[in-house]
């Protein structure tokens, strides 16, 4: 399916903003040639920056959510379930 530059410019800026950087080529299946040849284009960078930016202060936002709960003592409880053959265990 072929988008035009505007609606590439805004899935990209929207994906880079929940997921980051490090997958956006393969998630939208283009070389990196590609990608730094759109870069060139203003409107692209500039989406391409303001998706890092949402996600940057997403990313602190809940470090810092983090680290508060865990100066706090912060206390979770984890559930795991291994499987072995058809048995399985939980553990708590």
Do not use: P
């Not at 936002?61 to 379930?81: D, I, M, N, P, W």
Request: glycine share 6%; hydrophobic share 35%; net charge negative.
């Amino acid at each position: 399916m072929a988008y035009n530059l505007k609606e590439m410019t805004e899935m990209c800026s929207k994906w880079v903003a929940e997921n980051g950087l490090m997958e956006h080529c393969a998630h939208f299946g283009i070389d990196s040639q590609t990608y730094y040849r759109w870069l060139e284009n203003a409107d692209f960078a500039d989406a391409i920056k303001k998706g890092k930016n949402e996600f940057k202060e997403k990313l602190e936002q809940r470090l810092v959510e983090s680290l508060s709960k865990a100066a706090c003592g912060y206390e979770f409880e984890e559930t795991k379930t291994e499987y072995e053959g058809k048995k399985v265990k939980k553990k708590i």
